[in-house]
């Protein structure tokens, strides 16, 4: 695995921009774009990736949840690769919770996502999954989704008080919350 790639930041033009759809999630390309993910989300500490990230403009997310020093208490799940993913609210149901980003490193905020939603994606043999999820793998599908529309997680905050320092959220709050 050595196809580590930088992590766009924010400011760059490719996270502001609407990521295109996979035509053919089995192709050669797709896996090698999906390789270089799978090798730069694991040499960080997060727990979601989206190609635009790795400034590769296309529909594509991880989802890792797992626990790390960044996330301590976040579910242990499979790494997941969505193609295409496209999502539903299961209900109006809202919940805050902090939520950092590898490309806006040092800060922390609360972000308000639906609690629990359906996913539906390609696979990366193109076949159609769906599932269900709540809670932490809810609002990491929301955050990377995000990405895929050229929005960062910043752009949901509700308030700017509820933006910290990394420093100062780890101070306050590390030990106390879900994400
Ligand atoms: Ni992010």
Not at 29 to 52: C, D, H, K, W
Not at 120 to 149: I, K, M, N, W
């Amino acid at each position: 695995m050595t196809d580590i790639r930088e992590i766009a930041q924010l400011g760059a033009p490719v996270l502001r921009q609407k990521a295109l759809p996979v035509e053919y999630p089995a192709s050669p390309e797709t896996q090698s774009i999906i390789a270089a993910m799978f090798a730069t989300l694991a040499s960080t500490q997060g727990v979601g990736l989206a190609a635009p990230q790795i400034s590769e403009p296309w529909r594509i997310i991880i989802i890792a949840s797992r626990p790390t020093p960044r996330y301590p208490y976040a579910p242990l799940m499979e790494p997941t690769v969505m193609i295409n993913p496209v999502f539903q609210a299961l209900s109006n149901d809202m919940v805050k919770d902090w939520e950092g980003c590898l490309s806006v490193p040092g800060l922390r905020a609360l972000v308000p996502r639906y609690k629990s939603i359906t996913i539906e994606y390609q696979d990366q043999l193109g076949r159609t999954c769906s599932d269900q999820l709540v809670d932490f793998p809810a609002r990491v599908f929301q955050h990377e989704h995000d990405h895929l529309e050229g929005r960062v997680y910043l752009d949901s905050v509700e308030n700017n008080h509820d933006i910290f320092a990394e420093s100062e959220y780890f101070k306050q709050f590390a030990g106390t919350t879900t994400a």
